[in-house]
């Protein structure tokens, strides 16, 4: 299993464009979830997707859309980039049940994003 | 609403001292809380989880109620030790899936 990959690793955009963030996972997830990581401030979640053709807002959505056409991807999209969004963007995955104690959020390896 | 606080940005210990990384909740219902590991430039992964009582590496944690902390303890620190620590809540039940992070802390081991 190649588990949750994302791409890019690094991209360089400038203020007003946009580009989407690609995530996949392979273990049949039916949860996924995208976060952004910033110095003093760790991880918040971005939005959230349940299952194919259910997404929700997490913490900081706004400049940002997901859609979940398959369970195995969750792309990213921005749709104007402001430097604000300059960060580190994971993606993860889980199952949405189990018994308590295996729980556990599967993190993509980033893509580390900059906006000039 | 949920929120996890760890009031340490960085925690520098020489090598063999003892570490406690502090990580405080506030949550309502019943939690479960977890710890993630980052390592430079790699992807978060899980380092245990307070209901499995496990020892990983050398790490234990201890779920404390009645101080509504969740403390990473181990006794004498390894220089590949060093990295970035999350503290991590999501509710035991009805809560769904999402994890709530503190701020992390970063734990340097020095020689």
């Known amino acids: 299993n190649a588990g949750v990959t994302q791409t890019p690793k690094f991209q360089v955009l400038k203020t007003g464009q946009s580009m989407t963030l690609q995530c996949a996972q392979d273990?049949?997830?039916?949860?996924m979830s995208w976060y952004r990581q910033d110095p003093g401030m760790g991880l918040r979640l971005i939005h959230y997707?349940?299952?194919?053709?259910?997404?929700d807002q997490g913490e900081v959505p706004n400049g940002y859309n997901v859609s979940r056409s398959t369970t195995e991807d969750f792309p990213l999209r921005l749709l104007s980039a402001a430097p604000s969004q300059t960060s580190v963007y994971f993606c993860?995955?889980?199952?949405?049940?189990?018994?308590?104690?295996?729980?556990?959020?599967?993190f993509g390896p980033g893509t580390r994003l900059t906006v000039t | 609403a949920q929120r996890v606080t760890q009031p340490e940005k960085l925690l520098s210990v020489f090598k063999g001292a003892p570490v406690e990384l502090k990580c405080n909740y506030s949550?309502?219902?019943?939690?479960?809380l977890f710890w993630y590991v980052q390592y430079s430039r790699q992807r978060l992964q899980l380092l245990l989880r307070?209901?499995s009582r496990e020892s990983i590496k050398g790490f234990t944690a201890d779920l404390n109620k009645g101080e509504t902390s969740f403390h990473l303890k181990k006794p004498f620190a390894q220089e590949e030790d060093s990295a970035m620590y999350y503290c991590a809540l999501k509710p035991l039940t009805g809560g769904g899936n999402k994890l709530t992070f503190g701020t992390g802390t970063q734990l340097k081991v020095e020689l």
């Open positions: 307070h209901i």
């Open positions: 273990m049949n997830h039916e949860y």
């Open positions: 993860a995955s889980s199952y949405t049940s189990g018994r308590a104690g295996s729980y556990e959020q599967y």
């Open positions: 949550y309502s219902g019943s939690p479960e």
């Open positions: 997707s349940v299952g194919a053709g259910i997404t």
